[in-house]
């Protein structure tokens, strides 16, 4: 990869395949073209890199994706511990964490509400988990997964 016309060319003959990948996976037009124009970016500082492959074109635009949504999703975490935190004087919030209670300790079996509590209030470990109920790990996963599945169902019902 030792000049411009050689970064065009392969421009030109994988733009499409890797927009339309980015778009798959971002569900965004926009942010997909940006993670395109950023693998080509950084072709162009790094003309010494030699010869490129689609294949390799296509894992750089993976790759940008997966780390773009990586910090959006940490983005957004934040943005809600801010929210939460701005909204302790409000009700919303609290009655949101009373619903949430509610669904746990009326629709979730024991080991189930065992299983959430020990994750997301004592941050255990799934190992852990696994050891204080003698259990295995593969059950704490489906207890985690039944409870927030049925979490999310709840929640999307009721609003």
Request: glycine share 4%; net charge negative; hydrophobic share 40%.
């Amino acid at each position: 990869m030792n000049d411009l016309d050689d970064i065009e060319t392969l421009f030109r003959r994988n733009y499409a395949a890797m927009h339309r990948l980015a778009v798959m996976i971002l569900h965004d037009a926009d942010a997909a073209a940006d993670v395109v124009q950023d693998v080509f970016t950084a072709l162009l500082r790094n003309q010494g890199l030699g010869p490129v492959s689609p294949s390799y074109l296509m894992n750089s635009v993976r790759n940008r994706c997966i780390n773009r949504l990586r910090d959006m999703e940490t983005q957004h975490r934040i943005r809600l511990l801010i929210s939460m935190d701005d909204g302790l004087e409000d009700n919303s919030a609290d009655e949101r964490l009373t619903e949430i209670s509610m669904i746990i300790s009326d629709c979730l079996s024991l080991r189930c509400r065992q299983v959430m509590e020990m994750r997301f209030r004592s941050g255990m470990s799934y190992h852990e988990i696994a050891e204080e109920l003698d259990i295995s790990e593969a059950a704490v996963y489906k207890h985690l997964r039944k409870g927030l599945d049925i979490l999310r169902k709840k929640l999307d019902h009721n609003g």
